[in-house]
T-cell receptor, first 116, second 112 residues
Framework: GAVVSQHPSWVICKSGTSVKIECRSLDFQATTMFWYRQFPKQSLMLMATSNEGSKATYEQGVEKDKFLINHASLTLSTLTVTSAHPEDSSFYIC????????????FGDGTRLSIL | KQEVTQIPAALSVPEGENLVLNCSFTDSAIYNLQWFRQDPGKGLTSLLLIQSSQREQTSGRLNASLDKSSGRSTLYIAASQPGDSATYLCAVGTDSNYQLIWGAGTKLIIKP
């Protein structure tokens, strides 16, 4: 079945570092990908919608200069957390829209980001 | 603005019991509704997807119902097992882009 690969699964880094998270659709073309953030014991919050070849659409309250999204191909979207600080520590999950699959979205396994 | 609420926030039951998790949404104009399972520190597992034109979906011991007019969905788990322990999330698809609005989840603990 369709699979979305998210990498890395766990990142620990110092404050001020920029961190890149990759989201790949392995066997289907994803014109649209979504990035979510989940704080402990809370639900997922949509950060942005990423469309291949165009600028991402950010949800209200999400800093576009802080969270850079690139969707340069039909199988890859990246989220870069620039100059990360401890308050950016969270669980980040991507999903890819599958227009022809049984499920409208397929989810990556998430990235646990810890900023020291 | 669509809002999704899940009740209860947490539930603990003995193994073998049948149980119902509830999800309500404020705007009945939905494309679909999905139930997911999330284990601690892990990603999401899609359990059931109900299209807006459907009333229910079944998979094994799981049955999900949808009543758009009342803005409600239920997830029924039969003969619960300790392995069913997880957080169950309800998500509503709101548009053709399948953007999802999420409930806060129900944390389920099945006691052996």
């Amino acid at each position: 079945g369709a699979v979305v690969s998210q990498h890395p699964s766990w990142v620990i880094c110092k404050s001020g570092t920029s961190v890149k998270i990759e989201c790949r659709s392995l066997d289907f073309q994803a014109t649209t990908m979504f990035w979510y953030r989940q704080f402990p014991k809370q639900s997922l919050m949509l950060m942005a919608t990423s469309n291949e070849g165009s600028k991402a659409t950010y949800e209200q309250g999400v800093e576009k200069d802080k969270f850079l999204i690139n969707h340069a191909s039909l199988t890859l979207s990246t989220l870069t957390v620039t100059s990360a600080h401890p308050e950016d520590s969270s669980f980040y999950i991507c999903s890819a829209r599958d227009p022809v699959g049984r499920r409208p979205q397929h989810f990556g396994d998430g990235t646990r980001l810890s900023i020291l | 603005k669509q809002e999704v609420t899940q009740i209860p926030a947490a539930l603990s039951v003995p193994e073998g019991e049948n149980l119902v998790l509830n999800c309500s949404f404020t705007d009945s104009a939905i494309y679909n509704l999905q139930w997911f399972r999330q284990d601690p520190g892990k990603g999401l597992t899609s359990l059931l997807l109900i299209q807006s034109s459907q009333r229910e979906q079944t998979s094994g011991r799981l049955n999900a119902s949808l009543d758009k007019s009342s803005g409600r969905s239920t997830l029924y788990i039969a003969a619960s097992q300790p392995g069913d322990s997880a957080t169950y999330l309800c998500a509503v698809g709101t548009d053709s882009n399948y953007q999802l609005i999420w409930g806060a989840g129900t944390k389920l603990i099945i006691k052996p």
